[in-house]
């Protein structure tokens, strides 16, 4: 069988280690109408005790499907080979419990299901084993969402028995995702807490980040948190429009990240680059809206306008919309002061009373 990959689906085949659980722009596969997600999207445990994830499989008007054969799969990590299968409950669901008894480290685990004689699966999530003690370090946020180029921190607060423990070194590391690979180190203080921050350059996708400290000959680890990069994109309408001169035309410029979400704050520049009215430009700053406009009047004579918007990104980069075309036409003028504009007005409103005398006749006659 060859796996089908969803929207959102990493993969076996592709990177085990990422996981996701955003399902904002899912799509169906042309072999699936069916949604199949994986929760809890991670967890932290001793070794020894026993986890249980749960499969959901939806269909397009989010109802649960049942009677479907799932088969949950450890893709990698110490229990890497576990598996079993379970049929979906009235709700949807199928869960799969297992035992942590392969040591510590990650597990990374997916659920799929077979259509069409396609393998159909969910985003991975993973399990963190760590050996029994009662000391604990979770990390937050879970998730976040924010623009390549912005600064992001994530916090670990380390404990024994529930006590805040201070001058504890942690160490951070992105183990996944576009800034895989960075990492830093930071003390706990007083309320054992060490934060840790670094810039999300390496472009869009999510990462996935880990905390860890030292005890005795063990390492712990915390629970692994997600940090989605997106970017900024700019719409402009409308992208054509025809006027008379010595009117005035309006454009409209919407910046938002991708998934929709408008933002404020940015300045975008428009400017006329060819055309009777080149050179003239604005900068206006975007709205609560993510909106930002700019008028000029057509007043340098006939022609077509090309217009761009554009605005420099939280990275650094210049982003500018496809270009805009107005077009300037002259009003049309009826020459009333000659011989030919007189006889074309007097056979306008001869035509429009014979018209009138017509249906009149026409009405009396029914």
């Given at each position: 069988m060859n796996p089908v990959s969803t929207a959102w689906n990493t993969g076996i085949g592709t990177n085990p280690t990422i996981a996701t659980t955003?399902?904002?722009?899912?799509?169906?596969?042309?072999?699936?109408?069916?949604l199949i997600t994986l929760d809890p999207p991670t967890d932290t445990n001793p070794v020894g005790t026993d986890h249980?994830?749960?499969?959901?499989?939806?269909?397009?008007?989010?109802?649960?499907?049942?009677?479907?054969?799932?088969?949950?799969?450890?893709?990698s990590g110490p229990n890497s080979g576990d598996t079993d299968t379970d049929t979906t409950d009235t709700n949807g669901e199928a869960t799969f419990t297992y035992t942590g008894d392969g040591g510590p480290g990650i597990d990374v685990m997916q659920a799929c299901y077979t259509e069409n004689s396609a393998e159909v699966c969910s985003q991975t999530v993973t399990k963190v084993w760590n050996v029994p003690t009662t000391a604990d370090i979770p990390l937050t946020p879970s998730?976040?969402?924010?623009?390549?180029?912005?600064?992001?921190?994530?916090?670990?607060?380390?404990?024994?028995?529930?006590?805040?423990?201070?001058?504890?070194?942690v160490t951070f590391t992105v183990i996944s995702g576009p800034n895989a690979g960075d990492n830093g180190t930071d003390t706990t203080d007083a309320n054992g807490e060490a934060t840790f921050t670094y810039t999300g350059d390496?472009?869009?996708?999510?990462?996935?980040?880990?905390?860890?400290?030292?005890?005795?000959?063990?390492?712990?680890?915390?629970?692994?948190?997600?940090?989605?990069?997106?970017?900024?994109?700019?719409?402009?309408?409308?992208?054509?429009?025809?006027?008379?001169?010595?009117?005035?035309?309006?454009l409209t410029a919407v910046v938002t990240d991708l998934k929709g979400n408008p933002i404020s704050g940015v300045d975008v520049t428009f400017t006329i680059t060819a055309g009777p009215n080149a050179g003239e430009t604005d900068t206006v700053t975007t709205d609560v809206n993510g909106e930002a406009t700019f008028t000029y009047t057509g007043d340098s004579g006939p022609g077509m306008d090309q217009i761009l918007a554009c605005f420099t990104n939280t990275a650094g980069e210049q982003v500018c919309e496809e270009t805009a075309y107005k077009e300037w036409v002259p009003e049309v003028a009826i020459p009333i002061h000659d011989n030919w504009g007189r006889f074309f007005i007097a056979s306008l409103l001869l035509a429009s009373g014979l018209w009138g005398l017509m249906r009149r006749r026409r009405f009396q006659q029914k």
């Open positions: 955003d399902f904002t722009n899912w799509i169906p596969t042309p072999n699936s109408a069916l249980t994830v749960t499969a959901t499989i939806l269909n397009a008007q989010s109802q649960g499907v049942q009677g479907i054969l799932v088969t949950f799969t450890v893709v998730y976040d969402l924010n623009l390549v180029g912005e600064d992001h921190t994530v916090t670990a607060t380390v404990t024994d028995g529930g006590v805040p423990q201070e001058d504890v070194d390496g472009g869009v996708g999510t990462d996935l980040i880990q905390a860890c400290f030292t005890l005795g000959n063990d390492q712990i680890c915390s629970n692994i948190v997600q940090k989605e990069w997106t970017e900024e994109i700019i719409e402009v309408t409308p992208l054509f429009a025809s006027n008379p001169l010595l009117t005035d035309h309006t």
